[in-house]
């Protein structure tokens, strides 16, 4: 009689009712088990928090705490998620096609030689010389193109190991629209063509030159006019610059799809420049400090 009491009144749990709705993740759900760690953080940065983290490959973000990112290690799929009472609780998995049938990503050939939608700023000091133009498909999960990823560094695996590759161009409607030497690289020299390969955020920094985060103007922008700033901060490993505002000035906001934010307000060379980080934390740097070059860097 006990035994049939715990049949009848044991809760179950199921995935039917989960709604992804094309994306890679979803609310009201969660994932047994398998946490590698966990960070007190908002919803909308756990996705990106679990991309960066090495390893994770799910996570479950729940309001204990104040808001709580779980972190995930495993082979698993949308079908292994568990419906749960609590409809505020998000759960969603790194790098996966909608399907849940892998990592694969449309990975195409570009054949172009060019500065690209980032414009990154020309300097003798990247530590990675093949290039991306990075999409926006559902199976790029939280790695989809936006400002704040210009600049970072990925790893790309097409079946011939992984290949480190910075994202300095968008693909929008696409995926992974690899640079011809990029594309040779990964593909051990296929035919230009289509392939399906995995990609990861990696925690490098762009430029070996500073040991941090440095800031640039857009290389095409007047440095002397102080009306009007195009300002990016780069280096900051697998953090994402989400915003920036001049200390007792205003905010800037991004300039289209480049990663150089614009301050439409009088500034001065003596004022400092605090940007926004994906985890939470913030840095500052004085206007004087960022650096002007007049060329962007190309590639190809």
Not at 33 to 62: K, L, V, Y
Not at 168 to 197: I, Q
Not at 251 to 262: E, H, R
Request: charged residues 15%; aromatic residues 12%; proline residues 3%.
């Amino acid at each position: 009689m006990f035994l049939a009491l715990l049949l009848v009144f044991s809760p179950t749990f199921t995935n039917a009712a989960i709604d992804w709705n094309g994306n890679n993740w979803a609310f009201g759900c969660d994932f047994r088990n398998h946490d590698i760690g966990n960070a007190a953080i908002p919803g909308e940065q756990c996705g990106g928090r679990c991309a960066a983290t090495s390893g994770c490959t799910h996570f479950t973000w729940t309001t204990y705490n104040g808001g709580t990112c779980w972190m995930k290690n495993g082979d698993v799929l949308q079908t292994d998620a568990f419906e749960t009472n609590d409809k505020s609780t998000v759960c969603g998995v790194i790098n996966i096609a909608p399907g849940g049938s892998g990592g694969d990503v449309l990975t195409t050939f570009h054949g172009g030689f060019e500065a690209g939608a980032c414009k990154l700023p020309v300097d003798g000091s990247y530590t990675v010389q093949y290039a991306v133009a990075l999409g926006n498909v559902p199976a790029l999960g939280n790695l989809k193109y936006t400002n704040s990823m210009c600049g970072h560094i990925l790893t790309v695996n097409c079946g011939n190991g992984d290949v480190d590759i910075i994202v300095m161009n968008s693909n929008l409607g696409g995926g992974l629209d690899l640079y011809g030497s990029t594309w040779n690289r990964v593909t051990n020299n296929a035919s230009p063509g289509e392939k399906f390969c995995s990609v990861r955020m990696t925690n490098k920094n762009m430029l070996s030159s500073s040991g941090g985060p440095i800031c640039f103007y857009e290389p095409d922008s007047e440095k002397n006019n102080l009306y009007f700033k195009l300002l990016a901060l780069f280096n900051t490993g697998n953090r994402q610059v989400v915003s920036a505002k001049v200390e007792g000035k205003g905010s800037g906001a991004f300039n289209g799809v480049q990663p150089y934010f614009a301050f439409n307000f009088l500034t001065s060379p003596d004022d400092w420049v605090t940007f926004g980080l994906s985890d939470g934390s913030t840095y500052s740097v004085k206007i004087a400090d960022c650096v002007k070059v007049n060329a962007s860097q190309m590639w190809k």
